[in-house]
């Protein structure tokens, strides 16, 4: 525990420009116009949703003190929130996150073995990225999709009725759609599409 | 006769907008609530109705509504609560994506009768779609002035808007969503104040589950005393029921409450009995939390009458023989199901779900998962089933929030039921540690 938190990105700054394009920046004064006045800490999930999307997928420690900035808030505020949620990545994804639901009825329908293929298949561990950056490979708890049991998230797409077959499908159009390109030669744009 | 009421005329194409669901007779509540009805007369209808908060707790809605402080001359909110995560539980996410409408319909209605010109609707991060599918169709309500200032000319102003979440189950409870919803960690606040005094923002608050919203708009147009009649006893109404685990038809249901159990389960117009034609083991019958009921106590109580899918009938014998209807997540697990990983699955998940606020909680989930970890790899103790059960009991009702005992009845009510798996585990560790647990091959077919 303690080395992960010594490690933790929280505490890495690297002071790189950090900032959202006019079109998102209205955008995020729209969400924050949905609370009352002065209560604008209320969009900070909606906010953080869309700093991930943008910035490569996961949150460090420069766009949430942007973040901060943006919705007049202490860094603190937003560091508690982005540690708390299961959603929100400090440390860096690949472009594709795959999430398997791992809780009772999807466990029961078959969950386990979807996430020992695909360990088998990416050759990585749960919690690991492949060496392309391509994949990131994580249990998640109940997607709220048991009836489609067994179900993954890959960043935020639903795929149901898993089996084998599909998973051999899903991996080879996210890598033929991915053109080989490793994240950081892409730009935001072409990671949102 | 079958009785729709939440998904009544989800088969016509094309009812997700709005169109089609005003030609269906979508919106008529609206007129005549705001034209013909008084705030109070509405919370009036929905207490006679009898209509029980569909999220798990079952806490009567009109009740819960007539305790909004009206006084405070603070502004009031409405949240509806759309974090669905319960484990097995799935029944707002269909609704939401097939009738999205069915929802705004009764939140203009709710919103009215409480007095609030704010609504939101809190809706788990992971459901991206309904997410866009909402906000699409509270698009199109405001563009046909049904939502916005001055809605029919009535001079009630209501907005709603979309908030989403980013994957904690916790948000599911009531004070933890608006703690969400403020933009903080989701930790449940100590009650009371309620949400009714003290909820959003410090202002009077009523949280209600998807489901009891949708229904709001049928007992504005019907009346409560019709609605009141449809069920049974004390549990009026229809029910969505998420049917999933191992059988045939997995899938969502409306069913009248009062419907048997074994009909649920065998007939082919719900679950279709158990897939691959092998023996019903148990179910838990309303999400992960309320307690796992062996076959013959499912199919009927301990005094040998037939159970019924209701609050009373469910819960009838308490948790010695007895579970809950909960939030309608109904989890069927065949001969095969092993218990104690299922047990284990569970611990595991309310483990990773803790917020951490409470001692009992945060250290008691983590020893029952660690606990049941050791007993389903064949490294368990005898002694270890008692440990469970007394950790179990230290954490019940010693919480902030009920995650707590949401965590220790589904380990109690396992050993309670099936104690000889247990002891199966630790009797017999080289056959335990040599299970292949999982249904698919690990290579495709054919190869």
Redesign the interface.
């Known amino acids: 525990m303690s080395e992960k938190l010594f490690k933790h990105k929280l505490y890495v700054k690297k002071n790189s420009d950090v900032s959202f394009t006019p079109e998102t920046l209205e955008k995020i004064q729209t969400i924050i116009s ?1 609370y ?1 006045e002065g ?1 604008q ?6 906010i ?2 869309i700093a991930q999307e943008e910035f490569g997928g996961s949150l460090n420690v420069d766009i949430m003190d942007y973040v901060a900035g943006l ?1 007049n ?1 202490t860094p603190i ?1 937003v560091y ?2 982005a540690t ?5 990545y400090i440390d860096p994804v690949g472009k594709y996150v795959i999430e398997v639901c ?4 999807c ?4 969950g ?3 996430m ?2 695909l360990e ?1 298949k990416l050759q990585i561990k749960v919690g690991e990225t492949t060496e392309d950056k391509l994949f990131s490979l994580k249990g ?10 067994p179900v993954m ?1 890959v960043n ?3 795929h149901e009725f898993l ?3 599909k998973i ?1 499908e899903i991996i080879a159009k996210l890598r033929s759609e991915s053109e080989f390109k490793k994240p950081e030669e892409l730009t935001w744009k072409e990671r949102l599409s | 006769m079958e009785r729709k009421i939440i998904l009544e005329n989800i088969e016509i194409e094309g009812i997700r907008s709005l169109e089609v669901y005003r030609e269906n007779g979508g919106y008529k509540s609206i007129e005549k609530a705001l034209k013909t009805m008084t705030p109070d007369e509405v919370v009036n209808e929905v207490k006679t109705s009898g209509l029980r908060g569909r999220g798990g707790a079952g806490f009567p809605t009109g009740m819960k509504w007539s305790f909004i402080d009206k006084k405070s001359g603070n ?1 009031r909110y409405l949240v509806c609560n759309a974090d ?7 029944k ?3 609704l939401l994506q097939h009738i999205p409408h069915r929802l705004i319909e009764g939140m203009i209605c709710a919103a009215y009768a409480l007095g609030a010109n ?1 609504a939101y609707i809190y809706v ?6 309904i997410i866009g599918i909402l906000n699409e169709a509270l698009k199109e309500t405001y563009k046909a002035g049904l939502l916005g200032k001055n809605i029919h000319g009535s001079g009630y102003d209501l ?1 709603i ?1 979309v ?7 916790i948000c599911g409870e009531e004070t933890a969503l608006l703690e ?7 930790n449940p606040r100590l009650k009371p104040p309620f949400p009714a005094i003290k909820g959003l ?1 410090g202002c009077p608050t009523v949280v209600n589950n998807v489901e009891t919203l949708a229904n709001i708009g049928w007992i504005v147009n019907n009346g409560g005393e019709t609605y009141s009649k449809i069920g049974i006893g004390r549990s009026t109404g229809t029910k969505l029921i ?5 059988i045939n038809n ?3 249901y409306e069913i009248e409450l009062g419907l048997p159990v074994e009909e649920f389960i065998y007939s082919d117009k719900y679950c279709g009995g158990v897939k691959g034609g092998k023996e019903l083991k148990a179910v838990i019958p309303g999400g ?1 939390s309320v307690p796992i009921l062996p076959k013959n106590l499912m199919l009927k109580t301990a005094e040998g009458q037939p159970r019924l899918m209701s609050y009373e009938s469910l819960s009838e014998g308490g948790f010695i023989t007895g579970s809950m209807l909960g939030s309608g ?1 109904f ?1 069927v ?1 065949d001969e095969d ?1 092993c218990i104690v ?2 047990t284990y ?2 611990s595991r ?1 309310y483990h ?2 803790s ?1 951490g606020q409470c001692s009992p909680c945060r250290e008691g989930t983590s020893w029952m998962e660690s606990v049941l970890y050791r007993i389903e790899n064949g490294e368990g103790k005898m002694k270890d089933i008692d440990l469970l059960v007394s950790i179990a009991s230290k954490i019940e009702g010693n919480t902030i929030c009920p995650l707590g005992d949401a965590a220790a009845w589904p380990v109690g009510a396992a050993i309670r039921h099936f104690r000889s798996e247990f002891e199966f585990h630790i009797q017999n560790p080289e056959i335990v540690k040599n299970i292949k ?9 054919g190869e």
């Open positions: 949905h009352p209560r800490k209320s969009a900070l999930i909606p953080l949703h919705l808030i505020e508690e929130v708390f949620y299961s959603q929100f791992q809780t009772g009825p466990a029961i329908c078959g386990e073995d979807i020992h293929y088998e998640v708890e109940c997607l709220g999709a048991c009836g489609s049991a998230q935020t797409e639903f089996d084998i077959k051999d | 502004p669905e995560s319960e484990p097995g539980t799935f707002d996410r269909y704010t788990r991060g992971e459901f991206k779609t907005d808007y908030h989403t979440g980013a994957g904690a189950y969400s919803l403020e933009g903080k960690r989701g923002y998420s049917a999933c685990g191992n997995p899938g969502v992960s997540g989890i697990y199901a990983r299922n699955n569970f998940f990773h779900e917020c647990h999982g249904k698919l091959p690990l290579t495709p077919k």
